[in-house]
């Protein structure tokens, strides 16, 4: 390829949607991918060969289920189905079992969801199911385009616009209890904010515990047929059909500028590439502090960058099984993800020993069951199992003297949920926080979530004001990753945006 229109630093599935869209817009596209061997950053697939674990075993190595699979803009516009993507769908989306055999779960069908939720509770839940899916398509459209998004709020009643204030301005914890009686039902949107560092009684935080719950029962949550890979795999097809080119193995050390506009990369082999523009699917860190020539960036940004607020650690098991887990309750046994937290105290508990920085005695997991979903994961007679708890990025004298305790720990919850599950362990695969790091830079100390996701560090402070729009102070420097807004998740708006922006500026 001679010089490319523009370059993307990295192939995770903000860059790829980055890249196929501007490569739409007829742009020649160069992706930087640092990975030797593959594309999709932390949604990206491992044979069992490869992980030690199974032959014919497909670990996801990051994210695992998707809910915004229709609601994603992105995902409409690139009709990856026609590149060989294809989803499959469980019976039961989220499930929220306790130690006793009670459950909460959530289906697609809001009759289902409230039976499993119990009289009040359940017409509550088909009340506000009711509201939710008549403004869903706005709230999402509003949600994940680029700020201001003004055109798309215009859309939505001032009473929507109220009732979704009062969601976004609550505790985890305290909506759930103004929506819910029971227990088991009241543990769903707390559990559900704990994807990422929303803690049950963070202000602000039960909007994203909200739409975890609301997506899964709108859009499910899905997986791709073969693996998460199959996902990015389909991004990087597309994207080659329309002439771009995806390089591994070549990371960008530094953007080179001509004043104060790009003009080329520079790749850790010392190969300089001219371009004139650049989307960075990177940390904002990484973009502002290090591929960036100090001159550029103002001071006040850098010192904003370096005491970048960022998630929790995640700590990731992978197991084969010879058969399914067998959990107390039935609902788990037929669920595509199964939650651990047993009430909100225990959720509150988990919150304080992981922001304290000690490992979690009674671990929050996030328990995927893809190959119930997809029997493509694992061979005949096997079974994948994926997990993940949130767990401080560094403790005391490192990971590698707690991971196996704390898989060990991770392996007595779900013990405790499901009797005989230890018996049907085949291989298990343990990923540390620092491990996540080592595949992908953009998971720094594990953090899954590009950042915290605080509210400090939302909207126009994502990732630093006035920065909000993926523009930076260096012309033709786009920041495209999760690290900017919307934020956290296998969306692909960050790189939709972030290239809408560009093309908007190239005019
Ligand atoms: C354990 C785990 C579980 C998750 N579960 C879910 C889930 O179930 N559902 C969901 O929606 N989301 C989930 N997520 C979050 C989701 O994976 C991320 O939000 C998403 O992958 C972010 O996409 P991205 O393109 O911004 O960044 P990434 O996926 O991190 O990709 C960035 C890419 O850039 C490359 N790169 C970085 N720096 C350079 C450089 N200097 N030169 C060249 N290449 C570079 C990296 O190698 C990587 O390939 C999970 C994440 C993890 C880690």
């Given at each position: 390829m001679n010089d490319p229109d523009a370059v993307v630093i990295g192939a995770g599935p903000n860059g790829l949607v980055a890249a196929n869209r501007l490569a739409d817009a007829g742009m020649s596209v160069l992706v930087c991918e640092q990975h030797p061997t593959r594309v999709g950053g932390a949604c990206a697939t491992e044979d069992g060969a490869d992980a030690g674990t199974r032959a014919g075993c497909k670990h996801d190595v990051g994210a695992g289920f998707f809910p915004f699979n229709r609601a994603s803009p992105a995902f409409r516009a690139l009709e990856l189905e026609r590149w060989g993507l294809a989803w499959a769908r469980g019976e039961v989306e989220s499930c929220h079992p306790a130690p006793d055999g009670s459950s909460a779960a959530i289906s697609r069908d809001d009759d289902a969801t409230a039976l499993s939720l119990g009289a009040h509770d359940g017409d509550a839940w088909r009340r506000l199911m009711a509201w939710h899916r008549r403004v869903e398509p706005a709230l999402i459209d509003a949600l994940l385009s680029p700020l201001p998004g003004l055109a798309s709020k215009l859309r939505l009643l001032p009473f929507d616009l109220f009732r979704f204030a009062r969601i976004a301005l609550a505790t985890p914890a305290g909506f759930s209890r103004r929506l819910f009686r029971s227990d088991a039902a009241r543990r769903i949107v707390p559990g559900l904010g704990l994807h990422v560092d929303v803690g049950p009684d963070d202000l602000f935080g039960a909007a994203l515990g909200y739409f975890l719950a609301t997506t899964a029962a709108t859009g499910g949550n899905a997986v791709p047929v073969g693996g998460a890979g199959a996902l990015t795999g389909a991004m990087a097809r597309r994207l080659e059909e329309r002439g771009g080119v995806v390089r591994l193995g070549a990371r960008v050390e530094r953007i080179v500028m001509d004043g104060r506009r790009a003009a080329a990369v520079v790749l850790a082999d010392g190969v300089e590439i001219a371009t004139p523009r650049v989307l960075a699917d990177t940390g904002a860190p990484a973009l502002f502090l290090k591929l960036l020539p100090e001159a550029v960036v103002p001071r006040r940004v850098r010192r904003a960058m370096g005491r970048f607020r960022r998630g929790w650690g995640a700590f990731k098991v992978d197991w084969v099984l010879d058969g399914p887990v067998p959990w107390k309750s039935g609902e788990a046994r037929r669920a595509a993800v199964v939650h651990a937290g047993d009430h909100i105290d225990d959720l509150r508990r988990f919150t304080a020993e992981s922001r304290g920085g000690a490992i979690p005695r009674h671990p929050y997991l996030v328990i995927g069951q893809q190959s119930l979903l997809?029997?493509?994961?694992?061979?005949?007679?096997l079974h994948t199992l994926w997990a993940y708890s949130r767990v401080p990025p560094q403790v005391e004298g490192g990971w590698a003297g707690h991971r196996q305790a704390f898989a060990d720990a991770i392996d007595a919850r779900i013990e405790g949920l499901a009797p005989g599950f230890g018996a049907r362990v085949v291989a298990r695969r343990v990923v540390a926080p620092p491990d996540l790091e080592a595949f992908d830079p953009n998971l720094v100390g594990g953090d899954l979530g590009g950042g915290s996701n605080h509210w400090t560090n939302q909207l126009v402070f994502r990732p630093v004001f006035p920065y909000f729009r993926y523009a930076t102070p260096a012309r033709g420097v786009f920041l495209a990753s999760s690290y900017a807004h919307p934020g956290a998740g296998v969306h692909g708006m960050c790189g939709w945006n972030a290239a809408g922006e560009a093309l908007r500026r190239a005019g």
């Open positions: 997809d029997r493509t994961r694992a061979p005949e007679g």
